[in-house]
């Protein structure tokens, strides 16, 4: 059985002190542990940002990739082997800016991966310019009159592209937030999970007692996950109350099930036979 | 005499003329004739007019010829625009409201024709038996290719033999008297092909398993092709939502283990130069097929050029390895992008194949057999080290190139990163560890170069030498034929393995001779590299930029009149 401690490793870890990552990383650790996955059964894909840097302060297979092209290459790597575990993690600038087009049609396209969101609603790598989540008129040094675009809602986009799995977690709730994790990696499909968290550097707005003071779980809302028009009016409540679980899921067939060329296994797996190739080269000669 | 024919044909987009074309070369290579077929369309999808060019000939056919034998004018301004090209003792055929006034015109009401068969839709039959027997060929022979094609559809295999008959016998009413080929069926000499089809098929050839692209003209028959292909063999092919996610995806599949291919053109290629940074940072093999078109931006959508060398060269921030390499002609396809898997897997590289419109989209009778190359199959990974917890990705090794094993599939770990990092894949802004890892992966280049293939030579001892590039390999060499009929001392150099440059035995022929640098573009891209890379100047050079496929015509003039002068 795999322990959390097999995912700790010794590299430095370069976020600030009390960074909402920490609550995340640490539900990650519990929920691979609960999922029975060992670090080597396990392929993280992560994006530029602050999340991007996760699996370097994790035990597992990774590729640390460009801003906004996670989702690209994790499902490439799902097409060469839908065997695969593979989680994503990406930030509110990397996923739904930068890589914002790869996010719309990777819920499309619909592999079975789970992708975490670490939405602090602020640049922090690039020292806190707004995101595509910032709260509108909020001052950065950039916006320096105060936002003027209104924030994307990244669950109601989901929903609104048919995602079969669509959550928000809390990086203040480690707990929840594995659960959600594993509901997640659970879940054969693509599975959003969009996390809250504080960026004690550079969001003085949205601080761990906002979201605080804010959320709810859906689960004391009688709300139904399978009820799609329901799950869309959670997703569009933000001021007064914020809804975080599982808002919507339902299952359907993945990619990997509807598509034909993979119904004989992994293509990693799929031998490689030159007669064959070489017949059908004879085959144009004829 | 030896027969040397060519027939052109011109329509509105939508019209069919790539079918007339289809079953004009398959009735030339059931009769065991050589040919060549350029497409030459506007970018829309109706009307327009867009023509194809069919050369007939019992030799190799290298090149499109520029004289006209037969004209076909199926939407009223072929003629008129074409006519020009048209040789003395040449043909039209049209219809009987646009026909001209001169000998040697057979006006066909195709529509007509095509309607008596059963279908207007049949009006593309009716123009190639017409076609058909004016070369002379019997209507037994275009009848069994008609039917061939299209075996799987009785009901349209009926109304367009039907089409043939009508064909043949308007042909014979007219009394009009064609050309005398040697028609006989017989066993084909080879094989009908386009670039697309070999670039795909020497993919599969190399065990490529995933197929990423976003639609893009001329790379789009390419994947097209890989999609018929994977009906065969194990592939699948996604339609990603733009060239950043198609290259970004077959990095991952490369990186999880399998083979993987990815088409676009200029504008594509300059979106997926962010990718290909990724690929060349994390050692992660990656094969890209740049179909070039003329640009900047949207440039010539549908035409031709050579104008993205230097831009492949450099393409991506900062400095890495790769390989760039140019095939030929459509046979080289084959074996170039099988050398690309093998390369790009071989040192850990991004290798870029830059083909361009002309060579994707020409059809021609290709009679050397396609080999599938002993260095073809994929290798499997590297056995992991003993203790799994010692396994470095990125581990410094002398000729650079470190053990790759696939993530998940041993205990070892597989951790890599897009930013500069420590052996063992961990992020790293380290000065000394920088320095490494820069070398490292320019350490490969010594060994890359040696795995170049020299130029292609022909007539390498004359006085004067044509210097060429990729797809123009075929033009370059009939205007040399021509040159030297016309007795000019007069050879070509032909580059195929653009990067790294096979320096010898280029240094020595290029320092020793006078040379034209002929390439398809305004500024002679090959021309800078040889100046920076060898220090040699050419005599003369013979440019042509206007997005048609290089004109041999063009290449003898303008050769000859440097040379002579």
Redesign the interface.
């Known amino acids: 059985m795999p322990t959390i401690q097999d995912y700790s490793n010794n590299?430095e870890n370069k976020w600030c002190p009390g960074c909402g990552n920490f609550g995340i990383q640490q539900a990650m650790k519990k929920a691979f542990v609960a999922q029975n996955l060992s670090?080597?059964?396990?392929?993280i894909?992560s994006g530029?940002g602050q999340a991007g840097?996760t699996?370097?302060f994790l035990?597992?297979?990774?590729?640390?990739?460009?801003h906004?092209?996670a989702l690209?290459?994790?499902?490439?790597?799902?097409?060469?082997?839908h065997e695969?575990?593979v989680v994503v993690n990406s930030g509110d600038g990397d996923c739904y800016g930068e890589g914002g087009?790869?996010f719309?049609?990777a819920i499309r396209?619909n592999l079975d991966l789970t992708l975490l969101v670490h939405n602090n609603q602020i640049y922090g790598l690039t020292k806190g310019q707004a995101s595509p989540t910032t709260e509108e008129e909020m001052i950065t040094s950039i916006q320096s009159h105060g936002v003027l675009n209104r924030p994307i809602r990244p669950l109601a986009v989901a929903l609104s592209l048919g995602a079969g799995f669509v959550a928000r977690g809390f990086s203040g709730q480690p707990k929840e937030l594995s659960q959600l994790i594993q509901a997640g990696m659970d879940y054969k499909g693509f599975s959003l999970i969009d996390i809250l968290q504080p960026c004690v550097s550079f969001n003085h707005l949205n601080t761990m007692a906002w979201y605080k003071e804010r959320i709810v779980d859906v689960t004391s809302l009688e709300h139904d996950t399978q009820d799609h028009q329901a799950a869309f009016q959670l997703a569009m409540e933000w001021d007064e109350r914020i809804p975080t679980g599982i808002l919507f899921q339902q299952d359907e067939d993945d990619f990997t099930t509807r598509?034909p060329?993979?119904q004989?296994g992994p293509?990693?797996h799929?031998?490689?036979e030159?007669e064959?190739?070489?017949d059908?080269?004879d085959g144009?000669?004829? | 005499m030896a027969t040397d024919l060519t027939v052109k044909i011109g329509g509105e987009a939508g019209q069919g003329i790539q079918t007339v074309g289809d079953l004009l070369c398959r009735v030339c290579r059931q009769a065991g004739y050589f040919f060549l077929a350029i497409n030459d369309h506007e970018s829309r999808v109706r009307g327009g007019h867009n023509f194809l060019q069919l050369r007939i000939s019992d030799s190799p056919v290298l090149a499109p010829a520029s004289q006209v034998d037969l004209l076909v004018d199926l939407d009223g301004i072929t003629c008129e625009q074409h006519g020009d090209e048209l040789k003395d003792n040449g043909l039209i055929l049209c219809r009987p409201e646009q026909q001209p006034e001169r000998d040697g015109v057979l006006a066909v009401d195709f529509t007509q024709l095509a309607e008596k068969a059963g279908d207007k839709a049949t009006e593309n039959t009716v123009a190639v038996a017409v076609c058909v027997a004016l070369l002379g060929a019997g209507e037994e022979l275009c009848r069994n290719v008609v039917a061939q094609f299209f075996a799987r559809r009785d009901d349209l295999k009926e109304i367009n033999l039907k089409a043939v008959q009508a064909g043949f016998a308007c042909v014979s009413e007219s009394g009009l008297k064609g050309w005398d080929l040697a028609w006989e069926e017989q066993q084909?000499g080879?094989?009908?092909?386009n670039g697309a089809k070999t670039l795909a098929?020497g993919a599969?050839?190399a065990?490529c398993?995933?197929g990423?692209f976003y639609p893009m003209s001329p790379a789009t028959g390419i994947m097209a092709q890989l999609v018929q292909l994977?009906e065969?063999?194990?592939?699948?092919?996604?339609q990603?939502?733009?060239e950043?996610?198609?290259v970004?995806?077959?990095?991952?599949?490369?990186?999880?283990?399998?083979r993987?291919l990815t088409a676009t053109s200029g504008g594509g290629f300059a979106l997926m130069t962010?990718?290909m940074?990724?690929a060349a940072i994390?050692e992660t093999p990656l094969v890209i097929i740049n179909a070039q078109r003329p640009g900047p931006a949207t440039g010539l959508p549908t035409r031709t050029g050579q104008g993205d060398l230097l831009f492949t060269l450099h393409a991506s921030q900062d400095e890495f390895p790769r390989f760039v390499l140019a095939p030929s002609t459509v046979a080289d396809c084959f074996d170039t992008i099988q050398r690309a898997f093998h390369l790009a897997d071989t040192y850990q590289v991004p290798v870029v194949v830059l083909v361009d419109h002309y060579l994707v989209s020409t059809s021609m009778l290709v009679s050397e057999?396609?080999e599938?190359s002993p260095d073809?199959?994929?290798k499997a990974p590297p056995e992991p080290p003993d203790d799994?917890a010692t396994y470095e990705r990125f581990a410094l090794t002398e000729n650079g190139i470190s053990p790759r094993l696939?993530?998940?599939q041993?205990?070892?770990?597989?951790?890599?990163?897009?930013?500069e990092h420590t052996p063992d894949?961990?992020?790293s802004e380290g000065r000394q560890n920088r320095n490494a890892m820069v070398e490292k992966r320019l350490a490969k280049l010594p060994a890359m170069k040696k795995e170049q293939r020299p130029p292609l030579l022909y007539h390498e001892e004359a006085e004067w030498l044509l210097v060429s590039w990729g797809s123009s390999y075929g033009m370059v060499r009939e205007a040399v034929d021509i040159l030297r009929e016309q007795e000019f001392d007069i050879g070509m150099v032909h580059l195929v393995d653009m990067w790294p440059l096979p320096q010898e035995p280029l240094q020595g022929i290029l320092s020793q001779h006078k040379w034209l640098l002929v390439e398809q573009n305004a500024t002679g891209q090959l021309g800078w590299m040889l100046r920076a890379e060898l220090g040699v100047e050419p005599q003369g050079s013979i440019f042509q930029y206007d997005g048609r496929p290089l004109e041999v015509e063009r290449v003898v003039k303008q050769a000859a009149a440097r040379i002579g002068g």
């Not at chain 1, 690209?72 to 082997?81: E, H, I, R």
């Open positions: 590299f670090p080597h059964e396990l392929l894909i530029i840097k699996p370097h035990e597992c297979n990774f590729m640390h990739t460009l906004g092209r690209a290459v994790a499902s490439g790597a799902k097409l060469a082997n695969l575990n087009n790869h719309i049609h396209r598509n060329w993979l004989d293509m990693l799929r031998k490689y030159a064959k190739i070489r059908y080269i144009l000669y004829k | 084909p080879g094989a009908l092909l098929l599969v050839a065990g398993r995933v990423a994977a065969h063999f194990p592939m699948v092919v996604e990603a939502e733009d950043l996610a198609a970004n995806m077959v990095t991952g599949s490369n990186f999880a283990g399998c993987a962010e990718g940074g990724l994390t057999r396609l599938v073809a199959a994929p799994p696939f993530p998940c041993s205990q070892a770990l597989v951790k890599a990163t897009g930013n894949g961990h992020v």
